[in-house]
């Protein structure tokens, strides 16, 4: 099972697999993640590992090397996370800090990296390591928390299901101190993850909207 191949089927194929080759998923390590690492958001490893999966390309010329493509690392949940009340209510929060950490390491998996090859994203990879790592997990529930989820909904298109943790009140307050000066705060988070600088208030609201911020 570790070792079978899957074909791309209907992804979009790009230039490089166009140039045949299949994807090969597997069970892979820690050092797959380290040698993706830099393509990721988060810094480092992750505190916990109990699971690697990786994808590898197998170019159709066998004079070509092996490319990993994507991996995938499995973590002990984190002890509190307010989207896993939505998801699941109070059911470990209730409990004391040491039976909840028991508990959750006993029925809780969290997906804490999902990385791919920038030569192989749009191909559907991400989605696929979380359909295995789905397939293989080892406890009753799995959950990742995406910080992007929004942008890149891969783990929606797996199969998991989306909760949203409830606003905080500092979030709540600062953006309706926004939309009082006409300033959308959609518009700020998308242009702040495309690199690109927000339109600053008008001087008279400037002082205004410091003052949200610093709260």
């Known amino acids: 099972r570790a070792n079978r191949r899957e074909r791309f089927g209907s992804d979009p194929p790009d230039e490089s697999i166009a140039l045949g080759g299949e994807l090969q998923f ?3 390590s820690i050092h797959d993640f380290d040698r993706l690492a830099a393509h990721h958001y988060r810094a480092g490893r992750p505190a916990t590992i109990t699971q690697v999966h990786r994808a590898v ?65 749009g191909l559907g990879v991400a989605a696929r390591l979380v359909r295995r790592a789905l397939a293989r997990a080892d406890t009753p529930c799995t959950e990742a928390f995406a910080t992007m989820g929004r942008l890149h909904p891969f783990f929606e298109r797996a199969g998991m299901q989306r909760f949203d943790p409830p606003p905080k009140p500092a979030a709540v307050t600062f953006n309706a101190v926004l939309r009082a000066v006409n300033i959308n705060p959609a518009l700020i988070a998308a242009r702040a993850l495309l690199e690109m600088p927000p339109r600053h208030p008008p001087p008279a609201h400037r002082a205004t909207v410091e003052r949200a911020m610093r709260r």
Do not use: K, Q
Request: glycine residues 8%.
């Open 26 to 28: 597997e069970v892979g």
């Open 57 to 121: 390309f197998h170019p159709t010329n066998e004079i070509a090397a092996p490319i990993l493509a994507g991996v995938l690392v499995v973590s002990h949940p984190p002890l509190d996370a307010r989207a896993r009340r939505r998801a699941l209510g109070d059911r470990y929060g209730d409990l004391p800090a040491g039976m909840r950490g028991r508990a959750l390491n006993r029925e809780v998996r969290t997906i804490s990296r999902v990385v791919v090859d920038p030569r192989f994203r």
